[in-house]
Nanobody, 121 residues
Framework: QVQLVESGGGLVQAGGSLRLSCAASGNIFSINAMGWYRQAPGKQRELVATITRSGSTNYADSVKGRFTISRDNAKNTVYLQMNSLKPEDTAVYYC???????????????WGQGTQVTVSS
């Protein structure tokens, strides 16, 4: 089995910063892409940022220039540095990873349990 455990959420004032972490553990051969998604109350889950194993990144337009995604392949961990936070960034943030559990077959997608980020105005 595989687990993704997120940490680093919390309450912050507008303009502040938070750093989210997500560590994958369990039956892991290697990890392909990793990413962060978020879901605000009454809204659909949306992509925030993704990063490939080689480090190529992709961001939602709403967070470009404010958020930075990074990863440590040796630790099977992905990070999201969030600066200049706005009230509209308030959401539950979910970690996602495409994980190979053997040398053959496609990767399987796994989700973390989510961590709450609340930005007050």
């Amino acid at each position: 089995q595989v687990q993704l455990v997120e940490s680093g959420g919390g309450l912050v004032q507008a303009g502040g910063s938070l750093r989210l972490s997500c560590a994958a553990s369990g039956n892991i051969f290697s990890i392909n892409a990793m990413g962060w998604y978020r879901q605000a109350p009454g809204k659909q889950r949306e992509l925030v940022a993704t990063i490939t194993r080689s480090g190529s990144t992709n961001y939602a337009d709403s967070v470009k220039g404010r958020f930075t995604i990074s990863r440590d392949n040796a630790k099977n961990t992905v990070y999201l540095q969030m600066n200049s936070l706005k009230p509209e960034d308030t959401a539950v943030y979910y970690c996602y990873a495409e994980i190979f559990q053997s040398t053959y077959g496609p990767p399987t997608g796994y989700w973390g349990q989510g961590t709450q980020v609340t930005v007050s105005s």
